[in-house]
């Protein structure tokens, strides 16, 4: 089953667009890791409009602290993204599987559990959008090409 290989290896037969953009969800995903760990507030007011500064000095720090451990989280993914486009290629559509799922329960934990917020985060509309295309591109990853057309190495 291509979804979970019996072996682990670096061959890749699914389609080339879906390769392409898994290399863009793992730029991405680092990207957005690094801006967590890194941004004075972690990205929780400036980007995610999580109004820190009607919280207590304590709660804020609590808020920006939980920012930097998610984003350390997303950097550990995108670290086993990054092996998979140079080493593990066989597990991409076993990645798009798993962040299909991640993106839909985060999707579904603001249904279930809201929160405040003064705006619209740029995360919360793009679930909307990523959840169907990381959906067409697990179908495509997991599509062989014609025998004729070379695997991506």
């Known amino acids: 089953m291509r979804l979970l290989p019996a072996t682990i290896g670096n061959e890749y037969r699914g389609s080339r667009v879906a390769f392409s953009f898994f290399i863009l969800l793992t730029v991405v995903t680092v990207a957005r890791s690094l801006v967590h760990i890194v941004a004075p507030d972690g990205g929780a007011q400036s980007i995610a409009t999580i109004p820190l500064d ?35 290629r066989s597990l991409i559509p076993l ?7 991640e993106y839909a329960t985060r999707l579904a ?35 062989r090409r014609p025998s004729g057309d070379i695997a991506v190495r």
């Open 54 to 88: 009607s919280f207590t000095a304590n709660g804020a720090a609590t808020v920006v602290h939980l920012f930097a451990l998610w984003g350390l989280s997303q950097l550990i993914v995108g670290i086993v993204y990054v092996l998979a486009i140079l080493r593990y």
């Open 95 to 101: 990645l798009f599987a798993l962040a299909l799922v």
């Open 109 to 143: 934990l603001t249904w279930f559990k809201p929160m405040e917020i003064a705006g619209t985060a740029p995360g919360g509309l793009g679930n909307y959008v990523l959840i169907p295309v990381l959906a067409v591109m697990l179908w495509l990853s997991l599509r």
